[in-house]
C-alpha cells in the first residue's frame, strides 16, 4: 500500500511539471547602426567656421571640395593655399615641409599664368618666405624673390594692405635676423594698417586677413 501510495505522488508531480508552460525567450534586438550625420554641403562660410575652430584639416577638405565645384571661382582654392602656406612655417621635418610647399606653390603659379593677382601675387611671395626659414643664410637668394612679389602685387594695387603688411614683415624679420636697422620697416608696416582700416571689397569672402597678425607684430616690434 505504501509503494503504491508514493507512486501516485509521483505521477501528480510529474503531471504538474508537465502543465507548467516553459518560459518564453525574449529575442534580442540587432543594435542600431547609428550613421555618422552628414557633412552637408560645403560653402564658404561653413569652411571659414571650421577653420576659425582650429579644425585646419577639415576647413581645407571644405576649401578644396568648393574649389573642385566651381574652378571659375578663384576665392576657394586661394583659401585652401593660404591654409597650405601659413601652415608649412609650423612643419619641422624637412621633407614634409617642402612637400607642402610645393604642393601650393604649384596651385598658385598654375593661377598665375592665367592673371597677375594681387593676393595671389602676396601667397607666393608668402609661400618662399615659409622655404626661405628653413635656412635663412642658405636660401638668402630667394629673399629677393619675396621682395619682387610683393613689389609687383603693389605695382597692381598699391594699397593693398596684405602686400604692404606682407613685405613690411618680412623685412622687419630680416632685420632682426641680421641685425639691421628696422625703423624703416616699420614706418611702412604703419601705412599698411591703415590700409587694412579702408579695405573693401564687393567680391564675397575677399580676402580680408592680416590685420590682427599686422597690429601685434607693431606692438612687439615697433614700439618706441
Avoid at 576657394?76 to 606653390?105: C, G, W
Wanted: glycine share 4%.
Amino acid at each position: 500500500m505504501k509503494k503504491i501510495l508514493i507512486f501516485l505522488c509521483l505521477l501528480i508531480s510529474v503531471g504538474a511539471l508537465a502543465q507548467r508552460k516553459t518560459p518564453a525567450v525574449k529575442k534580442q534586438r540587432p543594435p542600431v547602426q547609428r550613421k555618422a550625420p552628414p557633412m552637408g554641403k560645403p560653402s564658404m562660410g561653413k569652411a571659414l567656421e571650421i577653420w576659425s575652430k582650429g579644425d585646419i584639416s577639415g576647413a581645407m577638405l571644405q576649401f578644396e571640395k568648393l574649389a573642385e565645384q566651381d574652378q571659375t571661382n578663384w576665392i576657394p582654392a586661394y583659401y585652401l593655399t593660404l591654409l597650405e602656406t601659413t601652415n608649412s612655417f609650423d612643419v619641422t621635418n624637412h621633407r614634409d615641409k617642402m612637400n607642402q610647399i610645393d604642393k601650393a606653390r604649384a596651385r598658385i603659379e598654375g593661377f598665375l599664368e592665367t592673371e597677375r593677382n594681387a593676393e595671389w601675387l602676396n601667397l607666393l611671395a608668402l609661400n618662399y618666405a615659409s622655404e626661405v626659414s628653413i635656412d635663412p643664410l642658405g636660401k638668402k637668394a630667394l629673399s629677393q624673390n619675396v621682395a619682387e612679389l610683393y613689389e609687383e602685387a603693389l605695382a597692381l594695387e598699391p594699397q593693398n594692405p596684405r602686400a604692404l603688411y606682407g613685405r613690411a614683415a618680412y623685412n622687419i624679420r630680416e632685420a632682426n635676423y641680421f641685425g639691421k636697422d628696422k625703423t624703416a620697416y616699420c614706418e611702412e608696416l604703419k601705412k599698411a594698417l591703415v590700409a587694412f582700416d579702408n579695405q573693401k571689397s564687393e567680391v564675397p569672402f575677399y580676402p580680408k586677413w592680416g590685420q590682427d597678425q599686422a597690429q601685434k607684430l607693431a606692438k612687439t616690434e615697433c614700439v618706441n
